[in-house]
Nanobody, 128 residues
Framework: QVQLVESGGGLVQAGGSLRLSCAAS????????MGWFRQAPGKEREFVAA????????YYADSVKGRFTISRDNAKNTVYLQMNSLKPEDTAVYYC?????????????????????WGQGTQVTVSS
């Protein structure tokens, strides 16, 4: 099993940027598809983005497409989420997740149950 630790969250003004990182340890990182989810208070956990083992395939939620970019560095056992043009509605706890299976089709990635390993989360707050 892989262990995941997120970092990089914080408070930012609307229109600003943040980069989240998720460091993995344990089993071979490059064996895992990686994803980011978020959960705002009183709401369900929501898919944000996912990336395949090699980084050759990515998925994005419609709400973040064109603003967020997921990437990975297998040499550093790290996955990133670059978040630009942040909006107050992006405020949430952001979770990193890992799966040994690349979720297909796209709709499978939307289900958090497609990912078996999770980090503890990092808070992102966007002020208006």
């Amino acid at each position: 099993q892989v262990q995941l630790v997120e970092s990089g969250g914080g408070l930012v003004q609307a229109g600003g940027s943040l980069r989240l990182s998720c460091a993995a340890s344990g089993r071979t990182f490059s064996s895992y598809a990686m994803g980011w989810f978020r959960q705002a208070p009183g709401k369900e956990r929501e898919f944000v983005a996912a990336i395949s083992w090699s980084g050759g395939s990515t998925y994005y939620a419609d709400s973040v497409k064109g603003r967020f970019t997921i990437s990975r560095d297998n040499a550093k056992n790290t996955v990133y989420l670059q978040m630009n043009s942040l909006k107050p509605e992006d405020t949430a706890v952001y979770y990193c997740a890992a799966s040994l299976v690349w979720p297909t089709p796209y709709s499978a990635a939307l289900n958090f149950r497609s990912f078996g390993s999770w980090g503890q989360g990092t808070q992102v707050t966007v002020s208006s």
